[in-house]
């Protein structure tokens, strides 16, 4: 097997605060990986900016675009992608594991230099994740967290803490609930780290609150459609339901639909907290119909490619970097929304 750079371990730290200026600067760049420069070849052209390694592959994995949050983080990827002149390969996996799996193998094959992973699901890579090690091509995970038997098998995760985030949600609803009533849940993916870690979250900020009863709980697939259908049911079945929790901004935005059509007041008759704080939850938020919005951010292209150019360079960087985030409520969200980028 050859011997390549990222072998080496020295130690590399990427703060918080280079993630969010890298981030800022993602967001002046446009269009996708299809538009880098290439040679008459038609291989990516080495970019001379910065003095960094430049002239190398990224395969990126990602899930689908089941959201807005979701299409975020891909224009982050691919922008910053274009800018540092890298050739990106993308692949859309639909939400399906099996093409994540199909797609990693793909790159494999093509000798990428390194993989952007962004897995649907928790569990179910070690082998793939096996084969990637094999041929010698660091993981780097974006926003999701897998379950392995080997965690050599990823090399650094640029992630949230989703578990703090469901925390903050459900400290947030129960003290605006008084600390009793009825709460509804619309979770996110089955077997996705972000419905794990938001459902353990919010339960765990529930022991504080013995007098809110989780009634229901499904999942909406982090989708408006799936979240609106799931908000409806429990209406239809339930008229005793306070509030709703939905792990994301999506999900809530169907919810809030579902309410208004049962001839309720979403924010008022039934409190709604959703995770992401996109622009649409932020407006949401504005308008009275979302109470509160933990945010999450998906503007992760210029950390990525940061962690990638180190690992390149041999260098060390850490194994989880999470970015800094907030929560959003009448309070604050009119000063956050102007400044909304996703
Ligand atoms: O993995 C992050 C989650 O995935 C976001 O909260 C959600 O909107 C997306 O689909």
Not at 26 to 36: K, M, V
Not at 78 to 99: I, M, T, Y
Not at 278 to 298: F, T, Y
């Amino acid at each position: 097997m050859k011997e390549r750079p990222y072998m080496k371990r020295n130690t590399l730290k990427i703060t918080l605060g280079s993630l969010g200026i890298a981030a800022m600067l993602a967001l002046a760049g446009c269009g996708d990986s299809g538009s880098s420069p290439k040679t008459a070849e038609g291989e990516p052209k080495p970019s001379t900016e910065g003095g960094a390694k430049k002239d190398y592959t990224v395969g990126f994995s990602q899930i689908g675009a089941e959201s807005g949050w979701r299409s975020a983080e891909t224009k982050s990827v691919q922008d910053e992608a274009e800018k540092r002149g890298v050739h990106l390969k993308f692949s859309d996996a639909q939400g399906k594991q099996p093409n994540q799996i199909q797609a990693l193998r793909s790159f494999i094959t093509q000798k990428v230099d390194v993989i952007f992973l962004a897995p649907v699901v928790e569990t179910g890579w070690d082998p793939v994740l096996r084969e990637a090690k094999r041929a010698g091509i660091p993981v780097i995970l974006l926003d999701r967290g897998v379950k392995v038997s080997d965690d050599s098998l990823w090399t650094t995760e640029l992630t949230s803490d989703f578990v703090e985030e469901g925390r903050r949600a459900g400290e947030w609803l129960g003290k605006k609930m008084g600390g009793k009533g009825n709460v509804v849940e619309l979770v996110g993916t089955v077997g996705s780290s972000p419905a794990n870690d938001r459902h353990t979250g919010f339960m765990k900020a529930m022991e504080a609150f013995p007098g809110i009863k989780i009634t229901h709980s499904q999942t909406g697939d982090f989708t408006l459609v799936k979240g609106k259908e799931v908000m409806e049911a429990f209406l239809k079945s339930d008229q005793n339901i306070q509030a709703v929790y939905a792990h994301n901004d999506e999900m809530g935005l169907g919810a809030i639909q579902a309410i208004a059509e049962a001839g309720k007041v979403p924010g008022k008759d039934i409190l709604v907290v959703s995770v992401d704080a996109e622009k649409q939850g932020l407006e949401a938020v504005r308008d009275g119909k979302i109470n509160c919005a933990v945010e999450c951010n998906p503007l992760l292209g210029p950390g990525a490619f940061d962690a990638a150019e180190a690992i390149l360079a041999g260098k060390k960087v850490e194994k989880r970097i999470i970015s800094k985030e907030e929560i959003f409520d009448s309070t604050n969200v009119a000063a956050a929304l102007p400044n909304r980028k996703y």
